[in-house]
Each structure stands twice: as C-alpha cells, then as structure tokens.
C-alpha cells in the first residue's frame, strides 16, 4: 500500500502573524490610564490669550515696519525727482558764461574817463566767464559799447594772434581742459545715477540702492572737482595778473548753482547709503512687505 501524502500545506508557504501588544494596554482591566491628562479650561483659556497677545505684537510690529518702508520710499522718490532736476540746474550752469565776473572799480572807470575824454578810447568795464567762454564789456568815451567774447584755447598752437592772455595762458589752457572733461563726466554719471535711482523702486533689494549711492558720491566728487578747478583757474590768473588793472572778482550765479548741485548729490547719497542697510524682521511675511527681502531688502 503506497503512503498517502499529507494535504497540510507547506511550511514554507505559511504566513506568521504576530501579535505585538502594547505595553499600555491592560488586559485586565485594573490598571491606571498613562495617556496625555486633560488640559483643565483655565490653561487653555490662558495658552488662547497667549496667542492673541503674540499674534497682536507681530501685527503691531508690521504695521510700524510696512509704514517706515513706505516712509523711505517716499523720501528716495522725492529726492530722486530733485536730482533730476538738478541735471537740468547743472546743464544750465555748465553752457551758460556767469561762473565769475570781472569787475573794475567805479573810481577807476571814471578816472580812465577823465583820462581819455578827448580821444575815442575803449575803456574795460566788467567782464563774465564761463567754463569754456570768457567775455569782455567796453565803453568809449563817446557812450559807445562793445561785447567781445573768446573761447578758452583747449589745445595751444592756432592762430592766436588776436587773443588775450587771459584765454592763451599754458596754465589756463590745462585748467580749462580739466573743466570741460569733468563737467561732461558729470553729466554722464549724472544720466547713470538717476537711471539706477528710479530702477530701485523696482527692484528694492539693498544691492540696487548701494549702487545707486556710490553713483552719487561718484558725480558729487566730479562735480567737485569742475568747482575746485575753477576757483584755482581765478586764483591763478588773479596772482599772475591776467586781469585788468584795478579789477575784482565776484563769482556768478552758474558757480553757486554747482554748488546747490554738489549739495544735492551728496545728500542723496547719504539718503541711499543709510537705507540700503540690512534688515532682518521676524514674524513677517514677505508679502507684506511690499515685495522685499526679510533680510537684505
């Protein structure tokens, strides 16, 4: 008789469960509960309170930082527009000929007068400058007039026969480039500057406004120097007597107009360099920031 096989499955295909009990549990009943206790109403009415109060600072905190944010902007869009038009006041002090005026005394005149009143003669009066033109008033004794202007020679070697020492002179002639070079560097990096102003508002990361500050100081000390160069021009000229006999110097409406410039430049360099400091606010979001950085904004 052949043995029947066994019809129990296999061990190998048997699955094993196992039952992994919790050490928690207490199977008979008679034990203490371990799980978290119950939070009694006066904790959760006082971690509530602690909540709002949070929740109150952070939004009291972003109302002062979004309204000194709008503060700022509105002071960096007002002295932008202000050195935009003061590229305008630069261009009208660099092409106009009233940097200084050369001026001769009331007693001199009247004894040169009294000295040529029986011939035609020309007699100085006044004069003006510019950057690049300087020009001369004369009056005969017949109660005539005459204006005679000259351009600053750039580079000496033309005809200049008919020229004054005043516009020939080697070291006028160096002055006068200097000028002329920087004050067209200026109003390049002027351009620049107010280009990288207004670009800040669209773009409000501290970088743009720290660039736009060192464009500023850059055209401040461009414009600073076209001044410095002029007065050192006049002094020059007075101490080696380029000017008539008798003559003083006054300094013209374009030269103070320079100087409101310088002003104006430099101020708003040291606006833009002091707001483009890092900033770092907690419980903010950066929505509410207007489209700023947390830090670095």
Known sequence: ???????????????????????????????????????????????????????ARAKERRELVLKRIRTEKKLMLFSSIVAFLSLFLWLVATFTDHWFHIRRSDALIKEAFNVSKNSAQ????????????????FETTGGGNRLKCEHFSIFLGKDESNWSPRTINEHVVDYTRVQICFAFISILLMTMTIVAAFYTFKNSRYVYKRLAACLYFMTTISVLVVLEVLVTSVKYAEGAKLYPHGSFVEYGFSFYMGWSVFLVYLVNGCMFLVMSRKMKYDDIDDDDLDGRQIMGR
Not at 18 to 35: A, D, I, L, W, Y
Not at 122 to 137: M, V
Request: some cysteine; overall charge positive.
């Open 1 to 55: 008789m052949t043995k029947s096989r066994s019809s129990s499955p296999s061990r190998k295909g048997m699955q094993v469960h196992r039952v992994v009990f919790s050490p928690t549990t207490n199977t008979s009943g008679g034990g203490e509960n371990n799980g978290p206790k119950p939070q009694s109403k006066e904790t959760i009415e006082k971690d509530k309170q602690k909540r709002l109060r949070k929740v």
């Open 122 to 137: 020309e007699i100085f009066i006044r004069s003006n400058a510019g950057l690049w033109r300087y020009c001369e008033h």
